[in-house]
């Protein structure tokens, strides 16, 4: 059974920074891309960074220049570096990993003060 899990969540005032952090467990092996996405209240979950394996990366428009995403393909692991982080980066991340399906995380959750 494969199991992503995410951590490094918490409250943050803004301007501050966080790191998120992913592992995946279990039976995956050759995962082609991580990534995390977001989802606030009452809308849609969208893309905040992912990467290949080969280490294509890929931000969402909100959060370019911010956010930095990194991992590490023997270790199976993603960090999402956040900076600056604003009162409408909070949400809840969820860490993917694709591997012809998507495995997701529970969630992890960030809230920025003003």
């Known amino acids: 059974q494969v199991q992503v899990v995410e951590s490094g969540g918490g409250f943050v005032q803004t301007g501050g920074s966080l790191r998120l952090s992913c592992v995946v467990s279990?039976?995956?092996?050759?995962?082609?891309?991580m990534g995390w996405y977001r989802q606030a209240p009452g809308q849609q979950r969208e893309l905040v960074a992912t990467?290949?394996?080969?280490?294509?990366?890929e931000y969402g428009d909100g959060v370019k220049g911010r956010f930095t995403i990194s991992r590490d393909n023997a270790k199976r692991t993603s960090d999402l570096q956040m900076n600056s982080l604003r009162p409408e980066d909070t949400a809840v991340y969820y860490c993917?990993?694709?591997?012809?399906?998507?495995?997701w995380g529970q969630g992890t959750q960030v809230t920025v003060s003003s």
């Open positions: 990467m290949t394996s080969g280490g294509v990366t």
């Open positions: 993917v990993a694709f591997r012809g399906a998507a495995y």
């Open positions: 279990g039976k995956l092996l050759g995962i082609t891309l």
